[in-house]
């Protein structure tokens, strides 16, 4: 059975930083590319940063980048997501979700994700 599950979130004030985890089993993690998506009250899930199969590439919504750092850890089958100089508008619940697809780009559908976990609320406080 796969199974999603992260942990890491909290309370924080606004430019503090904060790592989520998102731990993975039941299936061979690593053929798998996984993704970190978040949804605010009343708006759409929105993907965060994703990071590849394989290569370990990786990919970062406009809105993150060069704030937020997405690692995996193959060994221990874990996908982190550092971070960093938090803002108010980043609080939502943040979600891990896993895809057999090789991204080449930002477009990672929420709809063309295989596996979700349950989520972890990141709150950010100003």
Do not use: H
Request: with cysteine; hydrophobic share 35%.
């Amino acid at each position: 059975q796969v199974q999603l599950v992260e942990s890491g979130g909290g309370l924080v004030q606004a430019g503090d930083s904060l790592r989520v985890s998102c731990a993975a089993s039941g299936y061979t993690f690593s053929s798998y590319a996984v993704g970190w998506f978040r949804q605010a009250p009343g708006k759409e899930r929105e993907f965060v940063a994703g990071i590849n199969r394989g290569d370990g590439s990786t990919w970062y919504a406009d809105s993150v980048k060069g704030r937020f750092t997405i690692i995996r850890d193959n060994a221990k089958n874990t996908v982190y997501l550092q971070m960093y100089s938090l803002k108010p508008e980043d609080t939502a619940v943040y979600y891990c979700a896993a895809s057999r697809t090789y991204y080449s780009s930002t477009y990672w559908r929420v709809d063309g994700m295989d596996y979700w976990g349950k989520g972890t609320l990141v709150t950010v406080s100003s």
